[in-house]
């Protein structure tokens, strides 16, 4: 059975520093892109960036490039999505997803989601 | 403001048919796939339609998609309470090189 397990929820100060985790099981880790999306509260989904999970390669949204640092341990098949200092406005859910298909050919989507990782910012 | 353009909210009774739009332009809808997404509340989304109309294993066939240029329609026939969700379309920008979604859309079931 495929799952991605997220981290736990995170209450956090503005300035400070998070790592929030997604594992996989239950496929090949190696040969997927894992998607982070966000979704502040009340409003609707936001495609932040994505990862092959086998290397290095990483693309971000224009919105996100430089606020955050999406990564990945392909030896225990987990992505992380990172960031060096919260501001209020990162108070969120965020979910990973595994993407399917390619999206260099215009065919990609997201068939299986973690349960999400509510991040709160607050002083 | 979203690239991709859906109604805020749709409703219709138990029964009923329903369709949810979603339109772009040709560097997204326009060229790529479409997928569209079911967040039930409290929950994360699942994906219900993939390749414009294909269904993942497990999604009735009362759920359909289809797309006409650079617009996209869901379809949802035989409502039930149990379908009143936020339903987004989602697709890859081909001139921003990222995945985008729609503003997402209400669907209420009187």
């Known amino acids: 059975e495929v799952q991605l397990v997220q981290s736990g929820a995170e209450v956090k100060k503005p300035g400070e520093s998070l790592k929030i985790s997604c594992k996989g099981s239950?496929?090949?880790?190696?040969?997927?892109?894992i998607a982070w999306v966000r979704q502040m509260p009340g409003k609707g989904l936001e495609w932040m960036g994505i990862i092959h999970a086998a290397g290095s390669d990483t693309r971000y949204s224009q919105s996100f490039q430089g606020q955050v640092t999406i990564s990945a341990d392909k030896s225990i098949s987990t992505a992380y999505l990172q960031w060096s200092s919260l501001e209020a406005s990162d108070t969120a859910m965020y979910y990973c997803a595994r993407q399917a298909g390619f999206c260099s050919g215009g065919n990609c989507y997201l068939d299986y989601w973690g349960q999400g990782t509510l991040v709160t910012v607050s002083s | 403001q979203s690239v991709l353009t859906q109604p805020p909210s749709v409703s219709a009774a138990p029964g009923q048919k329903v369709t949810i739009s979603c339109s772009g332009s040709s560097s997204n809808i326009g060229n790529n796939y479409v997928s569209w997404y079911q967040q039930l509340p409290g929950t994360a989304p699942k994906l219900l339609i993939y390749?414009?109309?294909k269904r993942p294993s497990g999604i009735p066939d009362r759920i359909s998609g289809s797309k006409t240029g650079t617009s996209v329609t869901l379809g949802i026939t035989g409502l039930q309470t149990g379908d009143e969700a936020d339903y987004y379309c989602g697709t890859w920008d081909s001139s921003l090189s990222a995945g985008v979604f729609g503003g997402g859309t209400k669907l209420t079931v009187l």
């Open positions: 239950g496929f090949t880790f190696t040969n997927y892109w």
């Open positions: 390749e414009n109309n």
